[in-house]
């Protein structure tokens, strides 16, 4: 079947404006997370979706970043008043039930702030 | 929370010989320990992972090793092929976290032909 799909593959902004991230999980995943990746580095944890309710939203670095899952399916993260270091690669994963279970990566949407 | 460390961050081998990449973690209940691999500007890909009930796992030539007592855990890759350069990286879930998966910092593997 599918896998997971994320969209806009790459995006270019300017400091100050919104953007916003799809996510389209496996069909049938309850589980849902976002992560950033820097370049170099590992998947850093920013939140946790099981089914329409954020579980954990701790890894969200400010107010800045928020994300919703409206209908317990599609994941949209939002970023207001983007600054350069928002700049990264932004990773959904999802899993079928949730915590401590295998996580299937999304292609990322690479963001850059200008 | 869980701080995941990974060594090395660059390993190159010749074809055909075996790789180790080795991670330790600092929570002792982290009991999920899953090992991705990230070709370039690619998703990561789950390639195996390791529950805290069981010292070691092997599929075909990718095996990993866990220790408890010590928090590590540790990658083998035996009889390398160039299609293994990769990105891997270690990562670990504790138990009851509120965190989910902390990643290591990634180890990059170039099999020289």
Known sequence: GAG??????????????????????ISGHTALYWYRQSLGQGPEFLIYFQGTGAADD??????????????????????QRTERGDSAVYLCASSLLGQGETQYFGPGTRLLVL | GENVEQHPSTLSVQEGDSAVIKCTYSDSASNYFPWYKQELGKRPQLIIDIRSNVGE?????????????????SLHITETQPEDSAVYFCAAWPKGSARQLTFGSGTQLTVLP
């Open chain 2, 57 to 73: 796992k092997k599929d075909q030539r990718i095996a990993v090793t866990l220790n408890k007592t010590a928090k590590h855990f």
């Open chain 1, 58 to 79: 701790s890894g969200l670095p400010n107010d800045r970043f928020f994300a919703v899952r409206p209908e317990g399916s599609v994941s949209t993260l939002k970023i």
């Open chain 1, 4 to 25: 997971v799909s994320q969209t806009p593959s790459n995006k270019v902004t300017e400091k100050g404006k919104y953007v916003e991230l799809r996510c389209d999980p």
